[in-house]
């Protein structure tokens, strides 16, 4: 008996689960973006397992480092459970790469950077996910395009404080979180 995959929502952290400022890592800097936690709640109603998955290039460009990445992570972790208490990400899955870096060691075209999928198969591996049922919310049109690598829907959403350019393929272009897990409740 193999057992039961389980279905997943991915969130791009900048963007959609704080206000992204462009390259926000300063814990004083988190700002949640309004109605956010709403969807989170919103998708509770429902076995996702949630995973978040976020391009941080400032790593490999000498802006910050991985563990100022971690201490964020933390405290956006710390304000998400003063709304919702015991919320977890079932994994957290970072890219600290860019071909143009400055640190040596994170200075590579890889595979994990989205629109690629490594961070996405890690994760399926790692947790047994069934990604054809599963969804990708990001601000970028290259989160759609990773969901779209990966063989799931991506859904857009534009008030997260930068303005991207609207992707074609996306299941759904909506202002936050909040309406996206509406949509995903739905399907
Ligand atoms: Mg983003
Ligand atoms: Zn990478």
């Given at each position: 008996m193999t057992a039961l995959k389980r279905k997943a929502v991915?969130?791009?952290?900048?963007?959609?689960?704080?206000?992204d400022l462009g390259y926000t890592y300063k814990p004083s800097d988190l700002k949640l973006v309004p109605g956010m936690t709403d969807g989170l709640k919103l998708l509770l109603q429902s076995d996702y397992a949630f995973v978040m998955i976020s391009n941080q290039s400032g790593i490999a460009r000498g802006m910050f480092t991985a563990s100022q990445v971690d201490s964020f992570n933390d405290e956006l972790l710390r304000q998400i459970r003063c709304e919702i208490p015991n919320f977890k990400f079932d994994a957290v899955m970072i890219c600290p790469h860019h071909l143009n870096g400055v640190i040596p060691e994170f200075s590579i075209d890889c595979e994990c950077r989205k629109p690629g999928i490594k961070l996405v198969t890690?994760?399926?591996?790692?947790?047994?996910?069934d990604l054809?049922?599963?969804?990708?919310i990001g601000d970028k049109d290259t989160d759609v395009e990773c969901a779209i690598n990966a063989g799931m829907r991506g859904i857009q959403v534009t008030r997260g404080g930068k303005q991207y350019p609207q992707s074609k393929k996306a299941f759904a272009l909506v202002p936050t979180l909040r309406d996206a897990a509406e949509i995903i409740l739905k399907h």
């Amino acid at each position: 008996m193999t057992a039961l995959k389980r279905k997943a929502v991915f969130l791009d952290r900048d963007g959609v689960l704080n206000i992204d400022l462009g390259y926000t890592y300063k814990p004083s800097d988190l700002k949640l973006v309004p109605g956010m936690t709403d969807g989170l709640k919103l998708l509770l109603q429902s076995d996702y397992a949630f995973v978040m998955i976020s391009n941080q290039s400032g790593i490999a460009r000498g802006m910050f480092t991985a563990s100022q990445v971690d201490s964020f992570n933390d405290e956006l972790l710390r304000q998400i459970r003063c709304e919702i208490p015991n919320f977890k990400f079932d994994a957290v899955m970072i890219c600290p790469h860019h071909l143009n870096g400055v640190i040596p060691e994170f200075s590579i075209d890889c595979e994990c950077r989205k629109p690629g999928i490594k961070l996405v198969t890690d994760a399926a591996l790692q947790l047994n996910l069934d990604l054809a049922n599963s969804w990708l919310i990001g601000d970028k049109d290259t989160d759609v395009e990773c969901a779209i690598n990966a063989g799931m829907r991506g859904i857009q959403v534009t008030r997260g404080g930068k303005q991207y350019p609207q992707s074609k393929k996306a299941f759904a272009l909506v202002p936050t979180l909040r309406d996206a897990a509406e949509i995903i409740l739905k399907h």
